[in-house]
């Protein structure tokens, strides 16, 4: 069975930074996007940022220059690097994963995946 475990939310002030971690378990299809995903209360879930099996990366444009997602294919980990963040940021966050091919800006755009982690909650206080 495929479990999304993720880790690393918290609180923080505006300006500041946290690191998201996604253990993949189960999850075996490397060539696949998996990425991660956001909502916030009365807000439509939005996609935050994927990379495919080639490295290929796609982003939110309202995290460019800010997010940096990337993956450890030995460890099956997929990790959110968060920096400068805003209350604008403030979402659960939750790994997913693909079981289908597609390219890194569908999966972001569409931001619907076929394996979701049960999310880790990100505040920004400003």
């Known amino acids: 069975d495929v479990r999304l475990v993720e880790s690393g939310g918290g609180s923080v002030q505006a300006g500041g930074s946290l690191r998201l971690t996604c253990e993949l378990r189960?999850?075996?299809?490397?060539?696949?996007?998996v990425g991660w995903v956001r909502e916030a209360p009365g807000e439509e879930r939005e996609g935050v940022a994927a990379?495919?099996?080639?490295?290929?990366?796609s982003y939110n444009d309202s995290v460019k220059g800010r997010f940096t997602i990337s993956r450890d294919r030995a460890k099956n980990k997929l990790y959110l690097e968060m920096n400068d963040l805003t209350p604008g940021d403030t979402a659960k966050y939750s790994c997913?994963?693909?079981?289908?091919?597609?390219?890194?800006?569908?999966?972001?755009?569409?931001?619907?995946?076929?394996?979701w982690g049960q999310g880790t909650q990100v505040n920004v206080s400003s």
């Open positions: 990379i495919d099996g080639d490295g290929n990366i």
């Open positions: 997913a994963a693909d079981f289908v091919y597609r390219p890194v800006d569908v999966a972001v755009r569409v931001a619907d995946f076929a394996y």
């Open positions: 189960g999850y075996h299809y490397l060539s696949y996007c």
